[in-house]
Every structure is written in C-alpha cells, then in structure tokens.
C-alpha cells in the first residue's frame, strides 16, 4: 500500500536514531498525553526531537514516502520536516 497508518518496517528502518512510542488514547492511562499533545484522530502521529519538543505532526492517512521523509528528516536533526505541519 501506498499509505501509511503505522508501518513498521518505517519504524525499524529508523531505530536506534529515532524513538517509537504508541499510546491507546482510549485507554484513561494516556489521557494526559492525549490533551497536553491534543489527539482528537486517530491516527496521530506527533514528531518530538531529542529535547521533547514537538516538531509537527500528521493527521489522518498519508502517503508512505511522507512518512519516511520526515524520519529522515528527524533523524538528520532538520531544523524543520517536509510534510509536518505545526500548531
């Protein structure tokens, strides 16, 4: 497929030079999570640098190749990624 919700082989492409965490925003264990980084769809996917500081975010189904850039992009620690979007 060409879109991405969660693809893992992205994920272990990308270790150790980038972090993975999944949260179950239905789950009341993640709720202050969900409201501090204001998860309202699923999926999120929020990009944080080494700080914790966010770097932008996708929303929704997207193409793969998106995906990987901006790990790229967070892994090259870019001063900003290609198809993120801040708020």
């Known amino acids: 497929s060409n879109c991405c919700c969660c693809c893992s082989c992205c994920c272990q492409s990308f270790r150790p030079q980038v972090n993975f965490a999944m949260l179950d925003v239905d789950s009341l264990r993640y709720a202050e999570e969900v409201e501090q980084y204001e998860v309202d ?47």
């Open 41 to 87: 769809s699923v999926p999120h996917f929020l990009f944080l640098d080494a700080k914790g500081q966010s770097q932008g975010e996708i929303v929704g189904r997207f193409p793969e190749q998106a995906f990987r850039d901006n790990l790229q992009a967070l892994a090259d620690r870019a001063p900003q990624l290609p198809y993120a979007h801040m708020r």
